[in-house]
C-alpha cells in the first residue's frame, strides 16, 4: 500500500505539535547562550559556555543557522542534545548566491575576511574584486593571503605575479605571503588573526586546509571529535566550521567554490566599493556615467592614464553585467 502523502498544511500542523511538545518537554529547562560551530543538516553543532559539544535541533520558524551565529538553547533529556530557541541578531553576515537562486550563508559575526589567493593553480583578480566587495557591503575590513610562495622559482614569476597585486598595494589591502609547506608567514597571519572573528575564503586547491593546519597542530583531534559528534564521518569542509585558535581569536574554514558573487546592487552603489575610482566619480561629463562607452568619461581615462588598473574596471564592468542579468 502506497505511503500517504502530506499535504503543506499537514505537514506544518505536524511541525507546530511537534514545536508544542519541544517546548512542554523543554519548559522547566533553562535557556542558555551558545556559539554555532557548524551547520549539518536539519542540525547544528553548538558550543556551550563551559566548551561543551551539543548537537540541537532548529525551531523551524528560526530558518537556518551557520558557523559563528549566536543563539539561545535548551538542552534536551538525550545526553549532549539539545533545541535552538532564539537566535541573537547577527552583527555580519558573509553569503553567497547558490543553486535556483537561494541564498547561501557562509559565516556570522565576523570581523575580517581573509581571501587566500594562491600561486598556483593561480592568482584571479575578479575573485578577489568580488571578496573586497563583500567586504565593503557588510562594513569589514579585508586582507589578502598570498599562498603557496613555495612554487614561484623566478624572478619574472615574481614580477608578473606583484603587477597583478599592484592595484591592492596602492589600495593599502595588507597582503601576507604565506606557504604552510615552508612555514612561511604564519607567525604574521597569527597576529592578524589574533582577537578577531575571521573567514578565509577562496576557490578550490587555494591551500585554506594547509594553512588552517599549521594554525592548529591539533587539527586533526578536533576534525576526529567533530566528525564523531555530527556523525558525518570523514571530514570535508561541504560546510563552514568554526575553530578555536590557540593564540586567540576564532577562524571560520568555508568551503572552496569555483565563482563568487557579492550581493547584487545599483551601479552607484557599486562605484563606491571600488576606492580607487573615487577621486574620478564626479569628473565624468554624465551623472548615470556606465564608465564604458561615453564621452568625457574620467573612470575610462584614468585607465588610459594609468592611474586606475585596467583588471580593476574590467572586473567592475562584469559585476555590473551579472547584477543586470
Not at 589567493?117 to 593571503?145: K, T, W
Amino acid at each position: 500500500m502506497a505511503k500517504r502523502r502530506l499535504s503543506d498544511q499537514q505537514k506544518r500542523r505536524l511541525s507546530e505539535k511537534r514545536n508544542v511538545k519541544l517546548d512542554q518537554e523543554n519548559s522547566g529547562a533553562e535557556e542558555k547562550p551558545g556559539l554555532v560551530i557548524t551547520n549539518f543538516g536539519k542540525k547544528v553543532l553548538i558550543e556551550s559556555e563551559d566548551g561543551t559539544q551539543y548537537k540541537c535541533s532548529i525551531r523551524q520558524h528560526l530558518g537556518k543557522l551557520v558557523a559563528g551565529d549566536r543563539v539561545f538553547w535548551h538542552q534536551d533529556q538525550e545526553p549532549f542534545t539539545g533545541v535552538i530557541s532564539q537566535v541573537l541578531e547577527r552583527k555580519t553576515l558573509l553569503c553567497r548566491p547558490g543553486f535556483r537562486g537561494e541564498i547561501r550563508m557562509i559565516a556570522a559575526n565576523i570581523t575580517q575576511i581573509g581571501i587566500v589567493v594562491p600561486i598556483l593553480p593561480g592568482i584571479h583578480p575578479d575573485m578577489i574584486d568580488r571578496f573586497l566587495v563583500a567586504s565593503e557591503q557588510i562594513d569589514i575590513p579585508s586582507f589578502i593571503i598570498l599562498n603557496k610562495i613555495d612554487l614561484v622559482e623566478e624572478d619574472d614569476h615574481w614580477a608578473a605575479i606583484e603587477s597583478i597585486l599592484e592595484p591592492y598595494f596602492e589600495l593599502k589591502i595588507p597582503i601576507i605571503k604565506t606557504s604552510s609547506y615552508k612555514d612561511h608567514g604564519l607567525d604574521e597571519l597569527q597576529k592578524m588573526l589574533i582577537d578577531q572573528t575571521s573567514v578565509f575564503v577562496g576557490a578550490s586547491g587555494a591551500g585554506k586546509s594547509s594553512l588552517i593546519n599549521s594554525l592548529i597542530p591539533d587539527l586533526e583531534i578536533r576534525v576526529g571529535e567533530l566528525s564523531e559528534a555530527t556523525g558525518l564521518g570523514s571530514h570535508t569542509t561541504s560546510n563552514s566550521i568554526l575553530y578555536h585558535l590557540p593564540t586567540g581569536g576564532d577562524l571560520i574554514d568555508s568551503p572552496g567554490i569555483r565563482e563568487f558573487t557579492p550581493k547584487p546592487c545599483s551601479l552607484s552603489e557599486l562605484e563606491q566599493y571600488y576606492h580607487d575610482f573615487e577621486p574620478f566619480l564626479e569628473q565624468c561629463k554624465f551623472s548615470n556615467c556606465s564608465h564604458t562607452h561615453e564621452p568625457g568619461c574620467a573612470i575610462t581615462n584614468a585607465v588610459e592614464n594609468g592611474q586606475i588598473s585596467a583588471q580593476r574596471l574590467d572586473s567592475f564592468h562584469r559585476l555590473v553585467e551579472e547584477f543586470q542579468a
